[in-house]
């Protein structure tokens, strides 16, 4: 799942980015299979992207990133990348093939892809004070603007590429936000309900799951996190997760759109309560089970899921570790820890046939 607030929070993390391209290793001998599962990640501090394949279990390739930056998201079957640029800030959109960048969104943007590549969400910096920003939806590759809106903190598209959450802003920024919904065919507002107000919790994220009518929504309040489900058109709200004290890592919504993910983050790093990715049925709303990474000493932060929901890929926090677990979810199996040079964060995802 794709999600702007993720992006939202780099400064503090470079940036891994799954996806899955065309490659041949002769030196591995394995079963014939239909996709390559590949991750690309940002490493040495954002001087370049290692592409990780999962499949094999290891390191095949180095793309220099000379600008220095971090990967924000990709387009159609592994073509191309989309950079945040360290040094101007800008959004650029780099060949896969010639390792060249092309077209830029322009300075002062965040951007993230719809998971069938038709669309793009630009957050551009609205230079106010406050730090919101300007939403277009893009249509791609013609970037034709087909929807806008201001004074918003954080966007996700959802797993059908139909809908997209946003967090909007009340007037005053300090009264709270409000959840958007917006439906990309239909070019309406679906929703612009739950509206939080000062001294409740805030919105900081919402992933919308088109085929259950439901938004999955991250709030805060101080020190405290709270994960729920908001049912578009009924305003029904029901919370799975609380966790007062600590902050929710990260969530991350499987591509079946049946099951939510939600890592933990620990007041002390190095003391952490437990070493769990929590896993929710999105249907019954209900906690299923927990995939415990204990067995590799790894505490779990920002997940990300390949698109046809085989592997998952969570990093380590503190970033410094520079470490990264590789999950079978068929099984929830650990299968091991991996880092490449540098700080590791999250990523996103595409499959490409061979």
């Given amino acids: 799942m794709k999600s702007m607030y993720q992006v939202l929070v780099i400064f503090l993390m470079p940036i891994i980015l799954f996806s ?31 592409v990780f394949d999962a499949d094999r279990r290891k390191y095949i390739h180095y793309i220099p990133l000379d600008t220095g930056g971090y990967i924000l998201d990709i387009i159609g079957d592994n073509q191309s990348l989309v950079i945040h ?35 793009a969400s630009v957050l551009r910096y609205d230079g106010s004070f406050l730090s919101y920003y300007t939403l277009e939806i893009q249509n791609l590759p013609g970037f034709g603007i087909i929807h806008l809106d201001s004074s918003v903190k954080a966007c996700s598209f959802g797993i059908d590429s139909r809908y997209i959450a946003y967090i909007h802003e009340t007037e005053d920024g300090h009264t709270g936000n409000i959840l958007t919904v917006y439906d990309i065919v239909s070019d309406s507002i679906l929703e612009k309900g739950y509206k939080s107000i000062s001294g409740e919790i805030l919105l900081e ?18 020190a405290d996190n709270v994960v729920f489900v908001y049912t578009i058109g009924n305003a029904s709200i029901h919370a799975l997760s609380y966790f007062p004290g600590s902050y929710t890592g990260d969530i991350a919504v499987g591509p079946e759109g049946k ?11 190095y003391n952490p309560p437990d070493k769990l990715i929590y896993v929710f049925d999105l249907e019954t709303e209900k906690h299923i089970k927990d995939i415990s990474l204990e067995s590799v000493d790894l505490q779990p932060n920002h ?21 990264a677990a590789l999950i079978d979810l068929e099984n929830s199996d650990v299968i091991g820890v991996y880092g490449p040079p540098g700080m590791l964060g999250p990523m996103a995802a595409t499959l490409c046939p061979k």
């Fill in 20 to 50: 899955v391209f065309s490659c041949s290793d002769n030196s591995v001998t394995l079963p014939a299979a239909t996709v390559d599962h590949l991750f690309y990640i940002t490493s040495d501090n954002g001087s370049q992207l290692t």
């Fill in 85 to 119: 640029i360290n040094r101007t800030q800008e959004s650029k959109i780099l060949d896969v093939g010639t390792e060249e960048f092309t077209n830029s969104f322009g300075f002062g943007t965040w951007v993230s892809i719809s998971p069938d590549s038709k669309y």
């Fill in 205 to 222: 994220e919402a992933i919308p799951i088109e085929n259950l009518n439901k938004v999955v929504c991250l709030g805060s309040a101080f």
């Fill in 259 to 269: 099951y939510l993910y939600l890592t933990m983050v620990p007041p002390n790093w």
């Fill in 303 to 323: 997940m990300f899921i390949s698109p046809d929901g085989k592997y998952m890929m969570v990093t380590s926090g503190p970033y410094s570790e520079g470490k």
